[in-house]
């Protein structure tokens, strides 16, 4: 998929991951400026019933939440050519799993702090009707 353009404007660089319901990319828009994250579902996923139902309230929740700890969303497509796909913030660094792997033990501080970035997102989250469905240290 790489090289492809979803939305019309964002060319997909390069992978980030992947999960059982979609294959995330960086990406760069087509007029410049700082790259993105295209999270692309996959057709299985989509075969769902209720998938359209489901698509549209995650679009709605991310929407209306905004976090200085939390991923900004920008732009979402069901009917995308890629597919369903989300537009997100890029955010550079690495993954709590890729730190925890790196450097198998954290000092005290440092895990207080890290909570404490993760306990404030999430219950402004909660407060906000917002639930994370796949909470993990990749996430």
């Known amino acids: 998929m790489v090289g ?3 939305l019309g404007k964002y060319t997909l660089v390069r992978p980030l991951g992947a999960g059982s319901n979609a ?3 960086l990406a760069q828009h087509a007029r ?8 692309v579902i996959h057709p299985h996923v989509t075969q769902n019933p209720k998938f359209r139902q489901l ?7 991310m929407a209306n939440f905004t976090h200085p700890y939390a991923v900004r969303f ?9 597919g369903p796909c989300l537009v997100m ?3 550079p660094g690495v993954t709590l799993e890729t730190l925890l792997a790196r450097e198998r033990v954290l ?13 404030h997102a999430l ?5 906000a009707g917002v639930i994370h469905r796949d909470l993990k240290p990749a996430n």
């Open 4 to 6: 492809r353009t979803a």
């Open 23 to 25: 294959e995330v990319f």
């Open 32 to 39: 410049g400026g700082p790259p993105v994250v295209v999270k």
């Open 55 to 61: 698509f549209d309230g995650e679009i709605r929740s």
């Open 74 to 82: 920008i732009e979402a497509s069901l009917d995308d050519p890629l």
């Open 89 to 91: 913030e890029y955010v």
């Open 107 to 119: 000092e005290p501080e440092r895990v207080g702090r890290l909570l404490g970035y993760l306990c």
């Open 123 to 127: 219950g402004a989250a909660h407060e």
